[in-house]
């Protein structure tokens, strides 16, 4: 991100870095008032899920502008392009298709120039490319919004003006637009959309002058239980999809659409497309895409089961969802008591990414993190990720390496707190937890610490073998002297069924003799585990 401006400082022009850092504060932004965008959500649709969608669309944006800076020390023109191509391929829901159009309309200018002058025909343009989009244009939404954001603006002044009046101009038509739609004024609220989109120009202002921004206009009243705001008489489903088509099977496509359904954007171009619509024939949706080119990632909600989870609390469209991968019984209870959906391992299998897939989805949850608990599951555990966010599941992959790790995490969750903590707090408490195990060799082979023969114990830290014993309580004390010898407060055992009953209670012991600061908690595995697993944090 690019350095912190000074509150005298002021920027002229839009670097590579300074768009970088509009896309992170626009995510960060976007992730603080998710929640409260959600709450006021009831056009088109009151489904309480718009801050959402914006927020993934946005990280989908930032996620391709880092990806760039990752390979190469890109420039103005490929920063834009990158963030706009991202947040088309990462596209959701209504609010989140057109807020990717709007940034696709401001790149093709900004590709050119970023200046006051090329900011505010970028806005203009952007405004122009939304409207165009949308199928039938309403007022009162985003569009509205936009709109205003761009006609505020004085092409030729200085870009700090530009940005300034833009973010007015944005503030005071969202005020407005609990007046333009009756859905809005019975509900007491603003536009989530374009509430939305003035957090993006917002932060668009603090990357440009260094300063924290107004805030955006707040909720004029509390907002109306969920049954003010029918939406029964709708269409039944969201369908969202990439596609792979020229111009001409897209104009096509957008008759057919709209003859189907309502809410229709279709964005993009260059042959590639982001197709959103609200029909109740979910099926001929898709079929028309296929008609007109290749699609993908389609993405189809029920609008019906969706509203389910949100009726009781307007704010509240889902619980979140931990989703573990355990060894053991014993371990699949634990983790269940703390909330966790578990895949079990077994003795010789680890489950396939549509294991994990089919765990994220009886999670029944719209945020899910994801604990594989296992180096070697990382590759199929980041797959299944990706494919439950292509079906709008938000998910946060920890990359815990075992069981122990995925206990610490689990002991931090909080559901009540906001996803982006939560997951946090959950990946620095994995990362503090050193992680050891005990096992039995099946045959005669070379290991970092020597050369082991059938049956000798051997003691992992981190994945490699570190020591090799012949008694198992031994080579347990002494692969928890070498953990502890770099410092810790807690230590866990995690014992099998079938190991020796002795053995917890011998190393609680030996840690109390030893470390008079260190406490022990030992869980049971049950059945299926390693003979013992040892975690330090």
Do not use: K
Request: negative net charge.
């Amino acid at each position: 991100m690019s350095r912190a401006l000074q509150p005298s400082e002021e920027l002229v022009e839009l670097d590579a870095e300074a768009v970088r850092s509009w896309c992170a504060r626009s995510l960060d932004a976007l992730g603080r008032e998710r929640e409260e965008i959600d709450a006021i959500n009831v056009y088109p649709v009151a489904d309480g899920d718009t801050g959402t969608n914006l927020y993934l669309t946005a990280e989908a944006a930032h996620q391709a502008v880092e990806a760039v800076f990752a390979a190469s020390a890109p420039d103005t023109a490929e920063t834009v392009r990158a963030m706009a191509h991202g947040a088309l391929l990462g596209a959701r829901g209504n609010s989140g298709t057109i807020l990717s159009q709007l940034l696709r309309g401001m790149a093709g200018v900004l590709a050119e120039g970023c200046d006051g002058d090329h900011l505010a025909r970028a806005l203009a343009e952007a405004s122009a490319a939304a409207r165009r989009a949308v199928a039938h244009p309403v007022e009162g939404t985003i569009l509205t919004v936009a709109a205003a954001a761009a006609a505020a603006c004085t092409a030729g002044g200085p870009l700090v003006d530009v940005a300034r009046n833009a973010h007015d101009g944005a503030r005071t038509a969202l005020a407005a637009t609990s007046g333009q739609l009756d859905v809005l004024e019975r509900a007491g609220v603003v536009d989530a959309g374009g509430r939305g989109l003035v957090t993006v120009l917002g932060a668009l202002l603090e990357t440009v002058t260094g300063q924290t921004p107004p805030p955006a206009a707040a909720t004029p009243l509390t907002p109306a239980p969920h049954e003010e705001c029918p939406t029964d008489d709708g269409p039944a489903y969201e369908v969202i999809y990439l596609l792979e088509a020229d111009e001409p099977a897209v104009e096509l496509l957008r008759a057919r659409l709209d003859a189907l359904g309502e809410s229709l954007v279709v964005v993009g171009g260059d042959g590639l497309w982001n197709v959103h619509v609200h029909v109740d024939d979910a099926g001929a949706a898709v079929e028309a895409g296929v008609e007109a080119g290749r699609p993908h990632r389609i993405r189809i909600t029920h609008f019906a089961a969706d509203a389910a989870g949100t009726t009781a609390v307007r704010g509240e469209r889902a619980q979140r969802a931990v989703v573990a991968v355990v060894p053991g019984e014993g371990l699949a209870g634990l983790c269940a008591e703390a909330g966790a959906t578990t895949v079990r391992t077994r003795p010789g299998e680890q489950p396939a990414g549509d294991d994990l897939l089919d765990a994220i989805r009886r999670a029944h949850a719209r945020e899910v993190v994801l604990l594989p608990n296992d180096t070697d599951l990382r590759q199929a555990a980041a797959t299944a990720a990706e494919r439950a966010r292509a079906e709008g599941i938000r998910v946060a992959l920890i990359p815990t390496r075992a069981a122990v790790q995925g206990i610490a995490a689990l002991a931090v969750h909080e559901p009540d707190r906001r996803f982006d903590e939560d997951v946090v707090a959950m990946t620095a408490a994995a990362g503090a937890t050193r992680y050891a195990e005990l096992a039995v060799a099946e045959h005669r082979s070379f290991t970092s610490a020597g050369v082991c023969q059938a049956g000798d114990v051997l003691g992992l830290i981190e994945g490699d073998v570190a020591v090799i014993g012949e008694d198992l309580t031994e080579t347990a004390r002494t692969v928890l002297d070498r953990m502890l010898s770099a410092g810790g407060e807690l230590v866990t055992l995690v014992v099998a069924d079938d190991t020796m009953p002795g053995l917890a209670p011998d190393l609680e012991a030996h840690v109390r003799r030893g470390y008079l600061a260190v406490d022990t908690i030992t869980y049971h595995a049950g059945a299926g585990a390693p003979p013992l697993l040892i975690g330090v944090e």
